[in-house]
Nanobody, 129 residues
Framework: MHLVESGGGLVQPGASLTLSCTPSGFTLDHYIIGWVRQGPGKDDEDDEG???????????VYADSVKGRFTISRDDAKNTVTLQMNSLKPEDTGTYFC????????????????????WGQGTQVTVST
């Protein structure tokens, strides 16, 4: 079972970028899926949760730093979760990881994202002039 991210790249400030998360070996149905990023030069302890989408209902939770700019959505028919990033800033630069809560018993969100137990390899996003 794997998660595969795609869509990273180099963009200028103010631009948009769309990341996708696709599972391999399982379907995303009912699982809470999230995005976590790691800034350049930082280690795992400094990872920042970007946000997550519930397994039922499509409800979302976002970090304050990305509210109003980023949107997480899921298409269970296509077995994909998407992170749409608009108005990108240099401080958004980092490696973006897709993650899934497979062991949790909840499919709904209650104001915060869960801990994850399956992670993708990450995709690099660089926002620079």
């Amino acid at each position: 079972m794997h998660l595969v991210e795609s869509g990273g790249g180099l963009v200028q400030p103010g631009a948009s970028l769309t990341l996708s998360c696709t599972p391999s070996g399982f379907t995303l149905d009912h699982y809470i899926i999230g995005w976590v990023r790691q800034g350049p030069g930082k280690d795992d302890e400094d990872d920042e949760g970007v946000g997550c989408v519930s397994g039922v209902g499509g409800n979302t939770v976002y970090a304050d730093s990305v509210k109003g700019r980023f949107t997480i959505s899921r298409d269970d028919a296509k077995n994909t979760v998407t992170l749409q990033m608009n108005s990108l800033k240099p401080e958004d630069t980092g490696t973006y990881f897709c993650a899934a809560d497979l062991l949790g018993s909840e499919s709904r969100l209650y104001g915060s994202c869960p801990e994850y137990d399956l992670w993708g390899q990450g995709t690099q996003v660089t926002v620079s002039t």
